[in-house]
Nanobody, 119 residues
Framework: QVQLVESGGGLVQPGGSLRLSCAASGRTFSSYRMGWFRQAPGKERELVAAISTSGGSTSLAPSVKGRFTISRDNGKNMVYLQMNSLKPEDTAVYYC????????????WGQGTQVTVSS
């Protein structure tokens, strides 16, 4: 199992940047694929970014491509989401999640961190 704790959310003006961090417990962090999801009020949860176990492969939702970057440090059991050129529509609760390489769905979730983009 893995436990996840997000940090780094907050209030930022449009055009600004934030970096979200996700700290993972457990000795097998490097065996999990990681993802960042977000959920805005009244909307379904969406996958924003995902990263492979080694970090060599990433994917981004079209709405954030070119603005967000996902990365991981397996030595520190950390995964990050660098968010640049933030827009009001990026406002949401952001969740870190983990799944094994054989799983279809993400099984482990953090508690979420609020990101608000507003002037």
């Amino acid at each position: 199992q893995v436990q996840l704790v997000e940090s780094g959310g907050g209030l930022v003006q449009p055009g600004g940047s934030l970096r979200l961090s996700c700290a993972a417990s457990g000795r097998t962090f490097s065996s999990y694929r990681m993802g960042w999801f977000r959920q805005a009020p009244g909307k379904e949860r969406e996958l924003v970014a995902a990263i492979s176990t080694s970090g060599g492969s990433t994917s981004l939702a079209p709405s954030v491509k070119g603005r967000f970057t996902i990365s991981r440090d397996n030595g520190k059991n950390m995964v990050y989401l660098q968010m640049n050129s933030l827009k009001p529509e990026d406002t949401a609760v952001y969740y870190c999640a983990a799944r094994t390489v054989v799983a279809v769905e993400y099984s482990y979730w953090g508690q979420g961190t609020q990101v608000t983009v507003s002037s």
